[in-house]
């Protein structure tokens, strides 16, 4: 597989991440926050929404082209939200979480998987008004490496990207870091990095096989398919996968916007049911689904081959990493990615808590603000998913507590 650098810019927020690129993602949408730039995005998606009355709104879906869309993605291909009474149109594909975030505010797309870190930041961040209605999937990240790093503390002098500040890939990579007596740090290219930091940089997930390859970083970590793409193209090997550090961990989860869910409910409801039956066929049919998103799929969802995408969504090696050690917790009887829908409370309280000893680039002190049983109430709107999952059977369908409880367990 090909890989070349996107030809948009990344996010970056150091004041030189060495990738020649610019802050302007990230401050534009930063920029949210202030009325200059929220008064016209917010009109025109108001203007779009207005446009359909009822739940004659077409579910427009934004995504990046990572196994984290595949609910989203099977849904539309499976033709599963048209078995729903609802419209559809192609989904959009964009390359930076920046790009993704900017067109659901301003309404160009309403139904998105976004990183559950960023949620919060959207909702409380930049104060805009929208929910978590579903997770996406479980695990389906690892923090990949050039082949001469054996372990955590060989990344000490060295540079490592992650997608988005406020990404689960952050809070779990500093959690190792801190673990290993290592502290992230954010250096200008050029400037030394002392053997205890490790220089944390943002790159769009479609970049970092080929930075890894160019020697430009010491690892990423991620979600898949680029993790088992490096592996493939013997780019680099993966040190350890995000679900074997907190377990059954949510990465993306849908997100729709207050306006939709308050104006057309059972158009929000039938957006859930559809997904929720899609995360059901894809765990019963993980070969299938890596072709139906594969680049020589009918809809050519992904530029991925279905060798890639099968070693994700299909593997049947996960036992191998097991026994070399890269998976340590081997009672946990997890799959390198799995998918179920109910968003769990003590997850996003847990989150909350996690971030706040993160280091994050910008304006952080709205997370001081928040608190997580709070945010578990009001961030997410589990109503929608509580039917979709009795609909197709209950809980115990995707392996579920019948009471939707469980605690949560981080290993580092």
């Not at 989203?72 to 419209?87: D, I, N, S, Y």
């Not at 559809?88 to 964009?94: D, G, I, N, V, Y």
């Not at 997370?367 to 115990?396: E, N, S, T, Y």
Request: aromatic fraction near 8%; proline fraction near 5%; include cysteine.
């Amino acid at each position: 597989m090909d890989y070349k650098p996107a030809t948009r810019p990344h996010i970056c927020l150091s004041s030189d991440c060495g990738c020649g690129m610019t802050r302007r993602d990230f401050l534009r949408l930063s920029a949210l926050t202030g009325a200059g730039l929220a008064v016209p995005m917010l009109r025109a998606g108001d203007a779009m929404a207005q446009a359909a009355k009822g739940d004659d709104v077409p579910v427009r879906i934004g995504y990046l082209p990572i196994t984290d869309a595949t609910p989203l993605l099977v849904a539309h291909a499976r033709k599963l939200f048209e078995a729903e009474g609802l419209r559809t149109e192609a989904p959009r594909l964009f390359r930076s979480w920046a790009q993704i975030v900017e067109a659901f505010v301003s309404g160009q797309v309403n139904v998105i998987h976004l990183l559950s870190p960023t949620t919060l930041w959207v909702r409380y961040g930049t104060n805009f008004p929208a929910k978590v209605v579903a997770w996406n999937h479980m695990n389906g990240s690892a923090l990949t490496v050039a082949h001469d790093i054996n372990k955590v503390t060989d990344l000490g002098g060295k540079t490592v990207a992650i997608p988005f500040w406020y990404s689960i890939h952050n809070i779990l990579l500093q959690k190792l870091l801190v673990a290993n007596g290592l502290t992230a740090v954010t250096r200008p290219r050029g400037t030394s990095i002392a053997a205890n930091e490790v220089n944390l940089i943002v790159l769009p997930p479609a970049e970092m096989v080929s930075a890894l390859a160019g020697k430009g970083i010491a690892g990423f970590i991620v979600a898949d398919p680029f993790n088992a793409a490096a592996e493939i193209n013997k780019v680099g090997k993966v040190l350890r996968f995000s679900g074997d550090v907190w377990k059954d961990h949510a990465c993306c989860v849908t997100f729709l916007s207050e306006r939709d869910i308050a104006e057309r409910p059972q158009w929000a409801q039938r957006v859930t049911n559809a997904i929720v039956k899609a995360q059901l066929w894809t765990r019963g049919n993980q070969l299938e689904a890596a072709k139906l998103l594969a680049a020589n799929g009918d809809n050519r969802y992904t530029p991925h081959t279905v060798e890639v995408l099968a070693k994700v969504l299909s593997a049947t090696d996960y036992k191998i990493y097991e026994d070399s050690g890269v998976a340590r917790n081997k009672g946990w009887h997890q799959r390198r990615i799995d998918f179920q829908p109910y968003p769990f409370p003590s997850y996003t309280e847990e989150l909350v808590r996690s971030l706040l000893t993160t280091k994050v680039e910008g304006d952080a002190s709205f997370l001081a603000k928040l608190d997580p049983a709070f945010v578990a109430r009001d961030l997410v709107d589990d109503r929608f998913v509580r039917v979709a999952i009795d609909a197709v059977g209950g809980p115990q369908v995707f392996g579920l507590p019948a009471n939707l409880l469980r605690q949560e367990t981080i290993v580092v």
